[in-house]
């Protein structure tokens, strides 16, 4: 519910009430985010995907023979509320209809039992076939069709396991695809392999949804790029298709076992490979094509890391998360709550802190050691537990906030922390999220990689929160590390002033972290780069004072910083951005903390549908609970700090 507030003119701190609303309005903040901590002191708010995550669910349990009608029932009414008005189903609320979603959102309900003849399933039908039937599905959900056999597997590119015995140095080998496309296609590639079928008695058709006879289409695959390299990989998958059928099978049989050793070392518990729906699906899959027992241990871990998925309770309709996120949650609300400046709040920010002291990854040497032998493990994972790979990002967001907290009770894994990001460095003098120098670019045209996401190169909102992390350990310009970093991201630096968000929705979060980066590391705020920055954020505010930027961004010739709505989330990284490029007493400033404190809601917090993060730019959106509680609190509490204060930058690296 939105609330009613006495109006904010320009000058906030010039007005006592305002002033007090604004102390008020960061009071039930602190306390909704506070009431959301967890007994043993960590947060973990629902992470929602699209549609995609519980059809993909659902249609499993049918694969496997394993349908539990009652929990589908649960699930059902997700699916049907998150139909677009367009007939489909959108990767983002609001979004366009996306094919390859509107196909799995369809097959899952058609599992669930709802009828073709329905009108909600008619319209979506009629909408699929208007946009080209599900022939023009992207290469993951066609394999899923392959699997219920709706598609013959010539229909898929040819990924033969194989790949499992190929040296270091040929062209494709799997240290050169980014973490999460490896924990994805190493049990793929057994699945492709071994092409299983569904359990006896399923018999779940989609036929309707194709325009033409899937058994008579035969230019299923296209290049993944219309270029010379990507019709050079058509040309490759032509030739291995036909050679595959001679391969001997002593080397298929070494490279599943090879595929299956990977899946058991990083099984990773009840949290599951990779700690990621995709991975663990795929690797329950690949456990029945090979025969392992539904008693064995790691069958049992297998299917009980994606029922941890479901989420039943605090939100609107049941659905299934693409994984969870408790390290990111607790770093970010520790920052917010450690802003706020509230005794109780920064109790429990450092119960949060202490948490995740025992969450570090100390011990264990994951992918990112093969770019970086000689570097001590240091980094925290985004999940509750994926030892092979901590990512940079949550690092330095958690390192950042035990330095502000107690740089001297937390000093040994802040050292550890900065060890390891420091020695994950790339050669171009960014980070990507989770190893050094994954940019085979050239990898982004083989036909498997029409998603776009195969790689995880230096992208500058990851690179910011490394120097913002080095620089508020009192690292600047004299530092070598940052001094590259820095001239990355200028090198990065978009002509309209703005950066690119690969984490976050999406010039409006990119040009946030990246201005946070440069005034820790001492960029004046006078830099041109700066104030081309600022002016552009400035730029992109709306009518009603807050900030919006949607999924359609990252479509090239979209506009940048816009959307039809303004989102809490948004215009806290929007404030935070400008108060950082020193421009706390900017009227844009003003009115974003207008927004702020006029939205927010009876029960402290922010009510956002929108989606304000990425997975994959175009391919799959993110929305976080959680921003909307513990970033707005941020932006005001960061707002009412300097205002109280003669200086006019933030002092810390976020």
Not at 352 to 370: I, T
Request: charge should be negative.
């Amino acid at each position: 519910m939105r609330r009613t507030m006495t109006p904010i003119s320009a000058s906030l701190a010039q007005r006592a009430a305002p002033i007090d609303e604004l102390g008020r309005a960061i009071g039930r903040g602190a306390k909704s985010v506070g009431d959301a901590q967890r007994d043993d002191g960590h947060w973990v708010y629902p992470l929602e995907a699209d549609a995609t995550i519980p059809a993909e669910y659902v249609l499993l349990k049918h694969f496997i023979g394993e349908v539990d009608r009652d929990v589908e029932a649960k699930l059902a009414p997700y699916l049907r509320a998150t139909q677009g008005d367009h007939g489909g189903w959108p990767l983002w609320h609001g979004g366009p209809l996306d094919i390859s979603c509107s196909v799995k959102a369809y097959f899952a309900l058609k599992a669930i039992g709802d009828s073709a003849d329905a009108p909600h399933m008619a319209k979506a039908r009629a909408a699929i076939l208007a946009a080209g039937g599900a022939e023009r599905a992207n290469v993951f959900t066609r394999i899923l069709l392959a699997m219920f056999e709706q598609v013959p597997w010539h229909a898929v590119p040819t990924m033969p396991v194989e790949i499992m015995n190929l040296p270091r140095w040929f062209p494709f080998h799997l240290d050169k695809v980014s973490y999460w496309s490896r924990t994805v296609i190493v049990p793929l590639l057994v699945i492709m392999s071994m092409k299983p079928r569904p359990v006896a008695g399923c018999t779940l058709s989609v036929r309707e949804l194709f325009r033409d006879d899937p058994a008579t289409i035969r230019d299923w695959l296209k290049p993944a790029s219309p270029t010379l390299l990507g019709n050079g990989f058509m040309w490759l998958d032509w030739v291995v298709r036909r050679v595959e059928p001679l391969f001997p099978a002593s080397g298929r049989k070494r490279a599943i076992e090879r595929a299956i050793k990977f899946v058991d070392e990083r099984l990773n518990g009840e949290d599951g490979l990779g700690a990621i729906y995709p991975a663990m699906a795929n690797a329950l899959v690949a456990y029945r094509c090979v025969g392992v027992a539904e008693d064995d241990p790691r069958m049992i871990d297998a299917k009980r890391s994606i029922e941890k998925l479901v989420v039943f309770d605090g939100v609107e309709h049941p659905f299934v998360q693409p994984c969870l996120s408790p390290i990111w949650d607790t770093g970010l609300a520790a920052h917010a709550m450690l802003e706020s400046d509230d005794p109780t709040a920064i109790e429990r920010a450092c119960a949060g802190l202490d948490w995740l002291v025992s969450r570090q990854v100390l011990d264990v040497m994951g992918d990112w050691a093969v770019q970086r032998p000689h570097v001590r493990p240091g980094g925290w994972a985004f999940q509750y537990a994926n030892p092979h790979y901590p990512d940079v990002d949550d690092t330095a967001v958690v390192a950042m906030a035990m330095h502000r907290a107690d740089p001297k009770k937390y000093a040994l894994p802040i050292a550890r922390a900065a060890e390891w990001i420091r020695g994950i460095q790339s050669r171009d003098g960014g980070w990507g999220a989770f190893d050094a120098d994954n940019d085979h670019y050239e990898l982004n045209h083989i036909p498997f990689a029409d998603h776009g996401a195969l790689l995880d190169p230096s992208t500058a909102d990851v690179t910011a929160r490394c120097i913002s992390f080095l620089a508020q350990l009192g690292h600047g310009h004299e530092d070598a590390a940052v001094a590259r970093a820095v001239q990355y991201l200028r090198n990065e630096q978009e002509e309209d002033g703005s950066w690119f968000g690969r984490w976050g929705s999406n010039y409006v979060y990119g040009t946030w972290s990246v201005l946070c980066a440069l005034n820790a590391a001492g960029v004046p705020s006078d830099d041109p780069c700066v104030r081309k920055a600022a002016a552009w954020l400035a730029s992109r505010q709306r009518a009603d004072g807050g900030w919006g930027e949607d999924g359609h961004s990252y479509y090239e010739g979209k506009p940048t910083g816009a959307a039809e709505v303004s989102t809490a989330s948004q215009t806290a990284w929007a404030v935070l951005g400008l108060m950082a490029a020193g421009e706390v007493d900017h009227p844009a400033v003003a009115r974003g903390v207008e927004y702020l404190v006029d939205t927010q809601n009876d029960a402290g917090g922010w009510d956002e549908r929108h989606y304000t993060a990425v997975g994959f730019p175009r391919v799959f959106y993110l929305r976080y609970h959680g921003y909307a509680a513990y970033f707005p609190l941020w932006a005001l509490a960061r707002y009412r700090s300097l205002q109280r204060t003669n200086s006019r930058t933030p002092v810390y690296g976020m």
